[in-house]
């Protein structure tokens, strides 16, 4: 019996361990942002972000990303259509939806709000869950 309860004891004190929750950190949500990028975004954005002109917005040194976080969160959930400004310049176009976990769409927004000259705060996973939820 007494063994019994030492093993729950242990098991206990290990399961809780797991489920914790690693503190967020920006730095390795942008490395596992870089892939996400190169697999959904790079070929229309291209390798440094520079876009297509005419055709497809450039993210490098994008004022449009960098000012409104919550938009740029709602825009890689949900896709995106029509007009956008995008340093002096318009862009007619769409962008579909990604099929991302909060997670994936944190990394991939902090990989590009921190790459190709921008320079953004952390967009947490629980940012995207409260965007996705309204």
Do not use: W
Not at 100 to 117: A, P
């Amino acid at each position: 019996m007494k063994k019994i309860f030492v093993l729950a004891v242990v098991l206990g004190v290990v399961s809780s361990f797991s489920f914790q929750q690693k503190p967020f950190n920006l730095k390795e949500s942008i490395q596992r942002g870089r892939d996400i990028y190169i697999a959904q975004c790079m070929t229309c954005h291209l390798e440094q972000g520079e876009g297509i002109e005419d055709v497809y917005p450039p993210l490098a040194k994008s004022d449009y990303l960098m000012s409104n976080k919550r938009r740029s969160i709602h825009q890689v959930l949900y896709g995106t259509s029509g007009e956008e400004k995008v340093k002096g310049k318009k862009y007619t176009g769409e962008m579909g939806a990604f099929d991302l976990t909060d997670r994936e769409t944190s990394d991939v927004l902090n990989y590009i709000r921190n790459s190709f000259g921008n320079k953004g705060s952390a967009v947490t996973p629980e940012e995207v869950k409260d965007v996705r939820s309204k």
